[in-house]
């Protein structure tokens, strides 16, 4: 049975279904998703909140094991993103158990809560984050990964158009560093140092596993990979973006985001100031993005930290 009914579609991916042309994928989810559990043996249990390009559910297996069947909304390039998982099987990742590439549809482990409520303080979070990205940066480079991507480059022509078309709703002083480390990122891109990197690797990202196996010796996760072949201290940068609350408290911001580049940069042997490049470009970059979304109490804090870190002075 599937246990899910038209009305259970989170709006914002019926929205996102409709955008991309295909506004009646919705209505064939429940039918879609009871043919996966008759072919995959399950008993579908209810819907995850969260995502916007694909509904996520609860099930059970026939052992009786909890599972995710994760249906991805069609057109939203969900392809690079399993193979990522596939090539990875299950080390640093959570592990595919079956997939339908038919419906865009994959079975995965069940996980735990994520590293970002662990409680745990930032630099214990971030030190498990950086291992987890060891791992991950030994994934196989697939046809879906495409070719290396100078993502600095993309990132810098991102932010000055959003500048500019959202009427400036940050100091320009704030987009000229972003657009200075993105141009430090982009002179010093070489493919052939790129690996396939996760590509938001926060701590949001990463779960607990239910039971220990191989490829899980740190206890967690990652899942959501984007999964394009880039520099892998793009990843690091992610990691140090968010922690934006921390930041706003302390009376030493700069300080306090120079030694958590400098603990994931030791961990993953990387160079804390290209950690801390890439970082502020994400985090001016996030914020105008979250702006443009009409997100705007998501995107003051990413905004307002960089300013204040950028009027603390890096400390590279």
Known sequence: MSGVGVGDVPAVVRARAGAGGDPGWADRLPRLLADLARAWSLTVTGVLAGGTASVVVRAVAADGRPVVVKVAVPGTGSARQVQTL????????????????????????????????????????????????????????????????????????????????????????????????????????????????????????????????????DGFVLLDPDGFVGDPTYDLGVAVRD?????????????????????VAGEADADPAVVWDWGFLERVSTGLFLWSLDGREQARPFLETAEVLLAAGSRW
């Open 86 to 217: 596939l090539s990875a099987a299950g080390n640093g990742y959570v592990q595919v158990l079956a997939y339908a590439p038919e419906y865009e549809a994959v079975l995965l482990e069940a996980l735990g809560t994520s590293l970002e409520v662990s409680g745990w303080p930032p630099g214990d979070q971030l030190v498990r984050l950086a291992r987890l990205l060891r791992r991950a940066w030994q994934v196989t480079p697939s046809a879906a990964a495409g070719p290396p991507e100078d993502k600095a480059a993309g990132l810098a022509a991102l932010v000055s158009r959003l500048w500019h078309d959202l009427a400036r709703p940050c100091p320009e002083p704030v987009v000229v560093e972003a657009l200075a480390c993105a141009a430090r990122r982009a002179a010093d891109f070489d493919p052939s140092a790129c690996v396939v990197v996760h590509g938001d690797a926060a701590a949001a990202n990463a779960a607990r596993v239910l039971a220990p196996r191989p490829g899980t010796e």
């Open 243 to 263: 922690w934006c609350p921390q930041l706003l408290a302390s009376r030493f911001p700069a300080d306090l985001l120079a030694g958590w580049c400098e603990t």
